[in-house]
Antibody, heavy 124, light 108 residues
Framework: EVQLVESGGGLVQPGGSLRLSCAASGFTVSSNYMSWVRQAPGKGLEWVSVIYSGGSTYYADSVKGRFTISRDNSKNTLYLQMNSLRAEDTAVYYC??????????????????WGKGTTVTVSS | DIQMTQSPSSLSASVGDRVTITCRASQSISSYLNWYQQKPGKAPKLLIYAASSLQSGVPSRFSGSGSGTDFTLTISSLQPEDFATYYC??????????FGPGTKVDIK
C-alpha cells in the first residue's frame, strides 16, 4: 500500500528548531518529487518546499533560509528541518508525493499521495 | 508569482444539487490546474489534474474544465460525502505549487 506517515511535530518556542519526518511505503521517495504543504489553524493550504528526484530543492519565500528539505534514500524518508521558528509557522504540516502524468501529450504535476499531517505549534 | 483566486469562498447546497466552483489565475497557466477536496481534520485528496483529468477512483460526478486563466470544478449531483472544502492549485509555475484560498461547501 502506498502510504506516507509524518512525525516530529510538537510545541516549540519561538526561535527554536524542529525536524519533521515523513516515512514512505509502497513507493520510492528518491524516484519522485516530494513536497511539504502546511495549513495554519482555520486557514488554507500553503506550499512550503519541494525536493526533486534529482535532488534540487526549492522553498516558499516565507520559509527560505530557515527550512531545509532533505531525504534519506536508505530509510525512504523525507525530512523538513525547521529553524528560527516563528509563531506564524504554527500549522499542520503534510508531506505529499508530487508526481505527474500525461494528458493530451503534456506532462502535468500534482500531489497524489498525502500523509495525515503532523502539528507544529510555535509558542512561548 | 502567480496568484490564485476562488469564488465563491463558501456556498450552501442541498444533496442532489449541481455545484460549480470557479478558480482564476493571475496569468495564463494553460491547463496546469489541479483540484483537491479536504474534509475537516483530514489531508487533501486529489480530484482533478490537468484541469479536466479525473484522478483514478474519483467519482464521475466530479468534472473540471477551463484553460488559460479561468477554471471550474463541477459536482453534477452533490452527495452527502461531498461536503468539504475545495482547493485549486497551479502547477504551471513550478517549483511553487500555489493553492487557491479554498471554497467551503456546506449543507443548506
Amino acid at each position: 500500500e502506498v502510504q506516507l506517515v509524518e512525525s516530529g511535530g510538537g510545541l516549540v518556542q519561538p526561535g527554536g528548531s524542529l525536524r519533521l519526518s515523513c516515512a514512505a511505503s509502497g513507493f520510492t521517495v528518491s524516484s519522485n518529487y516530494m513536497s511539504w504543504v502546511r495549513q495554519a489553524p482555520g486557514k488554507g493550504l500553503e506550499w512550503v518546499s519541494v525536493i526533486y528526484s534529482g535532488g534540487s530543492t526549492y522553498y516558499a519565500d516565507s520559509v527560505k533560509g530557515r527550512f531545509t528539505i532533505s531525504r534519506d534514500n536508505s530509510k525512504n524518508t523525507l525530512y523538513l528541518q525547521m529553524n528560527s521558528l516563528r509563531a506564524e509557522d504554527t500549522a499542520v504540516y503534510y508531506c505529499a508525493r508530487t508526481t505527474g502524468g500525461y494528458s493530451l501529450g503534456y506532462y502535468y504535476y500534482y500531489m497524489d499521495v498525502w500523509g495525515k499531517g503532523t502539528t507544529v505549534t510555535v509558542s512561548s | 508569482d502567480i496568484q490564485m483566486t476562488q469564488s465563491p469562498s463558501s456556498l450552501s447546497a442541498s444533496v442532489g444539487d449541481r455545484v460549480t466552483i470557479t478558480c482564476r489565475a493571475s496569468q495564463s497557466i494553460s491547463s496546469y490546474l489541479n483540484w483537491y477536496q479536504q474534509k475537516p481534520g483530514k489531508a487533501p485528496k486529489l480530484l482533478i489534474y490537468a484541469a479536466s483529468s479525473l484522478q483514478s477512483g474519483v467519482p464521475s460526478r466530479f468534472s473540471g474544465s477551463g484553460s488559460g486563466t479561468d477554471f471550474t470544478l463541477t459536482i453534477s449531483s452533490l452527495q452527502p460525502e461531498d461536503f468539504a472544502t475545495y482547493y485549486c492549485q497551479q502547477s504551471y509555475s513550478t517549483p511553487g505549487f500555489t493553492f487557491g484560498p479554498g471554497t467551503k461547501v456546506d449543507i443548506k
